[in-house]
């Protein structure tokens, strides 16, 4: 059975970081590539990184590119996305998917980021 499991969401001040984690089972991440999305309140799912499936190769949204890092661990079936210098509007919902070629099949129930003082 797929699945996705995020965690390390949780309220951050402002400026501070955060390493999400993105735990999956029933596939290895040879299978599939993994990406990260977000969704704030009243907005669109934002796509904002992924990884390869072949060679580990990382892609970011232009709005991503600077204070977003997806890295992966393939023995801990695990891929993680580091935020840094967080700012109120990276407020959101944090899900990770499993697809190939931008259809993202699979996805995690998502964790909860908030940014505030």
């Known amino acids: 059975q797929v699945q996705l499991v995020e965690s390390g969401g949780g309220l951050v001040l402002p400026g501070g970081s955060l390493r999400l984690a993105c735990v999956v089972s029933?596939?290895?991440?040879?299978?599939?590539?993994i990406g990260w999305f977000r969704q704030a309140p009243g907005k669109e799912r934002e796509g904002l990184a992924c990884?390869?499936?072949?060679?580990?190769?990382?892609y970011y949204a232009d709005s991503s590119t600077g204070r977003f890092t997806i890295s992966r661990d393939k023995a801990k079936k695990t891929v993680y996305l580091q935020i840094t210098s967080l700012k109120p509007e990276d407020t959101a919902v944090y899900y990770c998917?499993?697809?190939?070629?931008?259809?993202?099949?699979?996805w995690g129930q998502g964790t909860q980021v908030t940014v505030s003082s």
């Open positions: 029933g596939f290895t991440l040879d299978d599939y590539a």
């Open positions: 998917a499993a697809g190939l070629y931008g259809n993202w099949a699979y």
């Open positions: 990884i390869s499936s072949t060679d580990g190769s990382d």
